[in-house]
DNA sequence: GGTCCGATTTGACACCGATCAAATCGGACC
DNA sequence: GGTCCGATTTGATCGGTGTCAAATCGGACC
């Protein structure tokens, strides 16, 4: 499922370093964790988890996107959560069960680096940084998926997006242009859309001073944005 | 807010050294946690944390359920969890910011355990025991908040019914009986569906042999309620 | 057993978003 | 610049759920 398996190189390193996960360790526990990360190149479209399956390693996503997803028993697919550089996954396990509870696919070419939980485990009952980095990175997993599910229950498509584009929006106000870093297809997932319903949520958004033109989208006036 | 708010007494020790976070701690890191617990009790509607209040405790419910939530702009309420006993609130902010992210209202006359976040924060870095803890409690919370995602994405409303009444149903088939811990309102709430939706959920579990009267639920068949 | 009030159910209706199908767009590759 | 294919948009339709209002239920208290 993964090839091309190898450990971290000095710009791997330095990617990995940067990470939120990373970033706090004290430094014999980051030299030790870089140590045991296995990096892979997986392919657009690869399934890098799968649901059901033993779980003996979690994952950090140094270039490329990664999509959490469970399928249901009639075959739709909800999407958890998508991955960016920087973020981690499948780290909920470290003290949460022993098999993956959502299948993992890459969005594009990514480069991955795998920790093996045991290992992370043993690291984190001696080094009070690695539990610390741990805890952090779990709470804002956690505090991001209640928002996930706040925005289900309380906002329509329109206002997902709006909501979207303004966490994006570097302006405060003004007008803004942001250029999305994936298709709008896994753009729909994350917000809990069909890919029919972002677009017209888009096209809804034009009365707003919302433009799209492919991967671009224009905003003509952000603080209109905020009162979708 | 809180009244009465005491040092745990015998009986309290007791049903909070049972609790998930407690009951795998060090025997010294337990009896610590105990010594910092204030025990208050809230009467039924109360709040008990406001979304935006600055954060310096997490809760532990004793007796009692708790409810949270968020509040949209125009007013509209969408509940994030229901806390039973035994089951921690606010725990995310340990380390994931500094105010609340949500507000928790009783659900009924509570008994609550609060710790500081301070004290706790400087004990896992001393005890791993209490570290671990935490990260198992934080994973479980975020597992199920995943889940909650997927449900209300995947599931339509009887669905998410059969769903809970399949997770509290003590057999896995044949019939069985079940009574409901508190008003259908807040379940309805957490399902994620109106209080309405939620009668008319039932009603339509009837033809799977599902009868509703008050609190008490019958199960004809637990079996096919799998099915739905 | 009867009363009462809030909780729950039922009915009517509107709206949102899923789905399916068809048209169009956009970017990669010649 | 032109071609091509998958991504996206648009149109039509439908089912599911929220909302408001009215009827009914159920449990607590006399």
Same sequence: chains 1, 2.
Wanted: proline share 4%; glycine share 6%.
């Amino acid at each position: 499922m993964l090839d091309k398996n190898h450990k971290a190189n000095i710009r791997e390193r330095g990617l990995l370093a940067k990470t939120a996960f990373l970033k706090a360790l004290s430094p014999t526990a980051l030299s030790r964790l870089l140590d045991i990360a296995h990096i892979s190149m997986v392919p657009s479209r690869a399934t890098i988890i799968r649901e059901g399956d033993p779980a003996s390693a979690f994952y950090c996503v140094l270039t490329g996107y990664v999509r959490l997803y469970r399928v249901s028993r009639d075959g739709r697919q909800a999407d958890i959560r998508v991955c960016s550089p920087g973020d981690m996954f499948a780290e909920c396990l470290i003290y949460g069960g022993e098999k993956y509870r959502f299948s993992a696919q890459a969005a594009e070419n990514a480069n991955l680096a795998r920790f093996d939980m045991q290992e992370v485990r043993e690291l984190a009952e001696q080094d009070p940084t690695v539990a610390k980095s741990i805890m952090t990175v779990l709470s804002d997993h956690l505090l991001s998926t209640m928002d996930c599910v706040v925005n289900d229950r309380l906002h329509t498509a329109p206002q997902r997006v709006a909501d979207y584009l303004l966490t994006r929006c570097p302006m405060e106000s003004g007008s803004a242009s942001i250029r999305l870093p994936y298709q709008k297809n896994l753009l729909a997932g994350m917000l809990g859309l069909a890919p029919e319903a972002l677009s017209r949520a888009f096209s809804s958004l034009r009365r707003t001073g919302v433009t799209v033109r492919g991967r671009v989208i224009q905003i003509g006036d952000v603080s209109a944005l905020k009162d979708v």
